[in-house]
């Protein structure tokens, strides 16, 4: 017994879905303090954003003089994780360091 067909194979194809947007992409950014360390910035975006010590210093230092740093660009949901990580660890070592998304 074959299956039951609602499309005849050689005149009828299957198609894919339409193409799909890409996602919005958000900035994920830190915002300066007067309290939280240097150091700490550049261990949060070592961990949390797979900086190497010399692009993690780099931020830092765009934190501490301009007030705020782009840690990294993705989308959505990424971004949201990224920014929960980032404060419930500053918050666990007694730190107000504040980190926000924006879009890109």
């Known amino acids: 017994m074959s299956p039951q067909h609602d499309f005849e194979t ?8 339409p193409e799909l947007d890409e996602p919005r992409l958000f900035e994920v950014v830190l915002l300066n ?6 150091e700490f910035v550049i261990d949060v ?3 949390f954003f ?3 010590h010399t692009e993690a210093e ?7 003089e ?4 782009v840690c990294g660009i993705y989308p959505y949901e990424i971004a949201e994780s ?17 980190c ?5």
């Not at 301009?66 to 740093?69: F, K, L, N, Y």
């Open 10 to 17: 050689d005149t009828d194809t299957l198609t894919a879905d």
């Open 33 to 38: 303090d007067d309290y939280t360390t240097m």
């Open 82 to 98: 990224k920014v929960n990580q980032v404060i419930e660890h500053a918050r666990s070592h007694n730190f107000p360091l504040l």
């Open 50 to 52: 797979r900086k190497n």
């Open 45 to 47: 975006l070592m961990r």
């Open 66 to 69: 301009r007030g705020s740093g």
């Open 58 to 64: 780099n931020i830092m230092w765009q934190v501490h």
């Open 100 to 104: 926000v998304l924006r879009p890109h």
